[in-house]
């Protein structure tokens, strides 16, 4: 029986992590496995970190649910191990809060926006936490988890890919050593095959942090060597990195290339309003809202959006303009010029902290969803909004005709008043025909995604044999 091995270095040891990449990883493990028994194939999660294959539990790509009581019941009766834990947490909680706070004083007191950054970047950017973590707090957790695995399994040839077996890199692993692992599978005589989520970092640095630039650059190299064939999630994607390794390695390269449609199941026919918080219901209830959804980072073009509605309010067309995505990178005067508008939290409204039910309230009460974004592997919120039956406007780029097909509208990047021009005519005739949704619109959902992927990695092995 051929084992597929997949690559879930990152999202295990990042599980609060829920932007595109970690939502692609959890949907397809969460049915590759069934789909790959259908073809006598058997799925193997594994992380590849430390030159090693440590077997991965499926669970471990979710965020674990805090305990919501540590405090003792009234009824609490004396247990000394669970006192001690109970204080354990607390102590760790205290420590975290302490760390903190000293890194803001720090950042305050030199006022340097590059040093806050560094001093406050999460762990899976480039800055202190991320070298805390990968110094101090990573090793020792993977050998523990070696060691635990060696107690458990005092062989563990099994857990080797051997000749017929794929590897496929499907996690955000840049940032972590994985080739030693991929070079042995290598060895073995396995096939290694790489979902390719797009080359941004290489065809546009200047969109990119800098800290991704490197370990993506230094990733794409060493996949250019080890990879066999690469699949990508969209035709788009898969033309422009064979262009970029045509120009830059001949049309001899040797790399076999495919793509596959990332997934939606992003459709909530009822939501369990009760959990949507009061001040989110308030903005779709008072006028008419434009979304926006996705990380706040230079190539979304966010800029775009404020100058459109600048001009909007500025004719006196009471719209609201919603962001709706974390905070990237790049972006403290976009930040700053958000929160300084003169509409922010009136017209202008931005949320870094939306869960998915939220999100599906926002979907469904919106407008509008606008998407003005220079270059994209997939944009899935198009997908996601029509799935809602929100209707689209995106900027007129080859992967959003892809993707949205006719059944959205585009806007001009090159002319600042396209975009504005068609709200305008929106706000005053409603929306056009040609934009509703049509209520038997469908994507594929995760499971054909997944089977299609599971097609594409059987085609490809066919040439590589």
């Known amino acids: 029986m051929r084992k597929i091995y997949v690559d879930c270095s990152f999202l295990p040891e990042n ?37 090693q294959f440590v077997p991965v539990d499926v669970k471990d790509l979710y965020r674990k649910k805090k305990k919501e009581n540590i405090e003792p019941s009234p009824t609490f009766k004396f247990n000394a191990k669970e006192l001690a834990k109970k204080g354990a947490i607390w102590f760790v909680l205290y420590l975290k809060q302490i760390y903190l706070a000293f890194l803001t004083l720090i950042a305050a007191i030199l ?8 001093l406050l970047a999460p762990r899976n950017r480039f800055g202190l936490n991320m070298f805390i973590d990968k110094v101090l707090i990573q090793p020792p957790k993977a ?3 070696l060691i635990a695995i060696r107690i458990r399994h005092r062989d563990t040839s099994e857990f080797l890919p051997k000749s017929g077996d794929v590897l496929l890199l499907l996690d955000s692993s840049w940032h972590m050593d994985i080739w030693p692992s991929v070079a042995k599978a290598k060895e073995s005589g396995a096939k290694v095959i790489a979902v390719l989520y797009d080359i941004i970092p290489v065809t546009h640095p200047e969109f990119c942090d800098e800290a991704l630039l490197r370990v993506f650059e230094k990733w794409f190299e060493s996949a250019l060597e080890f990879v066999d064939g690469f699949i990508a999630i969209s035709a788009t994607v898969k033309n422009d990195f064979s262009t970029f390794v045509e120009n830059k390695y001949g049309p001899d390269h040797g790399k076999k290339l495919d793509f596959f449609h990332l997934g ?12 949507i918080r009061e001040q989110v219901r308030r903005v779709f209830d008072e006028r008419p809202t434009y979304l926006m959804v996705s990380t706040l980072e230079p190539r979304k073009n966010h800029s775009y959006l ?64 606008v998407f003005p974004s ?17 209707p689209v406007l995106a900027s007129d780029t080859p992967i959003h005709r892809e993707v949205g097909l006719d059944h959205i509208g585009y806007f001009d990047l090159a002319h600042p008043g396209s975009l504005e021009k068609q709200i305008e005519g929106i706000e005053k005739n409603g929306i056009p025909d040609a934009l509703r949704v049509d209520p038997d619109y469908r994507w594929l959902d995760w499971e054909s995604s997944t089977r299609m992927l599971l097609d594409k990695i059987n085609k490809m092995l066919l040439t590589l044999k």
């Not at 969460?30 to 799925?43: G, Y």
């Open 143 to 145: 050998l523990v988890r």
């Open 306 to 369: 404020l100058d459109t509605f600048d001009g909007l309010w500025a004719k006196g067309i009471d719209v609201n303009l919603c962001f709706i995505g974390r905070v990237g990178w790049k972006v403290d005067d976009l930040l700053e010029r958000i929160k300084s508008n003169s509409e922010y939290q009136r017209r202008l409204f931005f949320w870094s902290d939306i869960n998915d039910v939220e999100l599906a309230y926002c979907y469904k009460h919106a407008s509008m969803l």
């Open 374 to 390: 220079f270059i994209e592997g997939f944009g899935l919120p198009i997908i996601e909004s029509l799935g809602h039956g929100l």
């Open 111 to 118: 006022y340097l926006p590059g040093v806050k950054a560094f």
């Open 264 to 275: 939606s199941d992003f459709n909530f026919t009822e939501i369990n309003e009760d959990g």
């Open 15 to 51: 599980p609060e992590l829920n932007t595109g990449i970690q939502r692609v990883v959890r949907q397809i493990m969460r049915h590759m496995e069934n789909l790959a028994a259908e073809d006598h194939c058997k799925v193997i999660p594994v992380n590849l970190s430390y030159g």
